[in-house]
């Protein structure tokens, strides 16, 4: 009970500091007389994305639509990465020397190369999310393979387990927590990626929207543009953070019991 109790208290504070945030904005360029070009009031955020939302949901579609690819494959591509690294020290000496080297060059400079092999459109966007979500999933996902006691793994060894078994029964589970901590960074980074490939090379997409409004000095469509991105982004990260509850309870029951 006290637990509920707890973390009701705990969503009213979270409630309370959205509601003082938003009223603080709007009493602030009500009293200074911003103008709507430099920073618009949450009221004019608010009425563009009542009024404009029939024409910007297809394009809210088209983002959505886009990071979730890109960060499927994102994560597909790091966790078997994250395996042959986490697994096999000569993977890693070979290998993770590259991803970061990679992992290091702008994206916004592997768009127009995207652009060049496949045009303009969803496909450069979809690989652009997916290339930027990759990083943080190989690193933590090696990092839980890599965090497998030894001794734990001779013991095992010692009653007949192979090392596909040690694989698939111990490192992948241990993995987990560090799995989904990486889900929550990539998430976040595969919309970045996605906003930027639909600002240089896409026709449709929050981005584009965003591009063209502010093309046009029209300031109110671009936050509604960055509060559509960010109710998108907190929607995927609660669901991450949902999943994550069911499958690695156990390694949140010590955090928990702290907060009884």
Request: glycine letters at 8%; hydrophobic letters at 55%; aromatic letters at 10%.
């Amino acid at each position: 009970m006290s637990k509920l109790s707890a973390s009701a208290q705990q969503n009213l504070l979270t409630l309370l500091a959205l509601i003082s945030f938003f009223l603080i904005w709007e009493v602030v360029c009500t009293a200074f007389s911003i103008s709507s070009l430099i920073l618009p009031k949450p009221s004019q955020i608010a009425t563009v994305l009542i009024t404009k939302m029939p024409l910007l949901w297809p394009h809210t579609a088209q983002t959505l639509y886009t990071t979730v690819v890109g960060f499927g494959i994102g994560v597909a591509v790091g966790i078997v990465l994250g395996m042959l690294i986490g697994s096999s020290k000569l993977a890693y000496n070979v290998a993770y020397p590259l991803l970061v080297g990679f992992s290091s060059i702008p994206k916004v400079a592997v768009v127009p190369i995207f652009v060049v092999w496949f045009g303009a459109g969803t496909v450069p966007a979809i690989l652009t999310s997916a290339v930027i979500s990759i990083f943080p999933v190989v690193v933590n996902v090696a990092t839980g393979l890599a965090s497998t006691e030894p001794e734990l793994e001779d013991v095992l060894k010692v009653l007949g387990a192979s090392k596909r078994d040690l694989l698939w029964n111990v490192g992948l589970p241990r993995s987990l927590p560090y799995l989904f901590a990486s889900l929550k960074i990539a998430i976040t980074l595969a919309f970045v990626g996605t906003v930027l490939s639909e600002t240089v090379a896409a026709n449709r997409g929050i981005g584009n929207v965003m591009m063209i409004a502010s093309g046009n000095f029209d300031v109110p469509m671009v936050f509604a543009g960055l509060f559509i991105l960010a109710g998108l982004g907190i929607s995927l990260y609660a669901i991450s953070s949902f999943i994550e509850r069911r499958m690695t309870g156990w390694s949140q029951r010590k955090s928990e019991m702290a907060m009884v």
